[in-house]
Nanobody, 121 residues
Framework: QVQLVESGGGLVQTGGSLRLSCAAS????????MAWYRQPPGKQRELVAM???????DYADSVKGRATISMDNAKNTMYLQMNSLKPEDTAVYYC???????????????WGQGTQVTVSS
């Protein structure tokens, strides 16, 4: 059983910062990709940032220059540091992981329960 647990969301003023965490636990053999998605009110879920095994990262244009994604491989924990927050960053932020639970199985996709980020104007 694999669990992803997000934390760090909350209410912040425009221009403020937040650090989101996503801890993966359970029977994990290898994490291939971890990513942050967000779903603003009334809109579709969108990719915010991703980190690939080996260290490559990518960001949505809307957060480039304001977000930093990182991964602590020893702790199976991913972080998202977001600065200069804007009201349009308001959303539920979800953690996503593509991982293998054993050497004999291919990768599967797992999601966290989400954490609310609200940026007040």
């Amino acid at each position: 059983q694999v669990q992803l647990v997000e934390s760090g969301g909350g209410l912040v003023q425009t221009g403020g910062s937040l650090r989101l965490s996503c801890a993966a636990s359970g029977s994990i053999f290898e994490i291939n990709v971890m990513a942050w998605y967000r779903q603003p009110p009334g809109k579709q879920r969108e990719l915010v940032a991703m980190v690939i095994r080996g260290g490559s990262v990518d960001y949505a244009d809307s957060v480039k220059g304001r977000a930093t994604i990182s991964m602590d491989n020893a702790k199976n924990t991913m972080y998202l540091q977001m600065n200069s927050l804007k009201p349009e960053d308001t959303a539920v932020y979800y953690c996503d992981a593509t991982l293998r639970v054993s050497a004999f199985r291919g990768p599967s996709d797992y999601w966290g329960q989400g954490t609310q980020v609200t940026v007040s104007s």
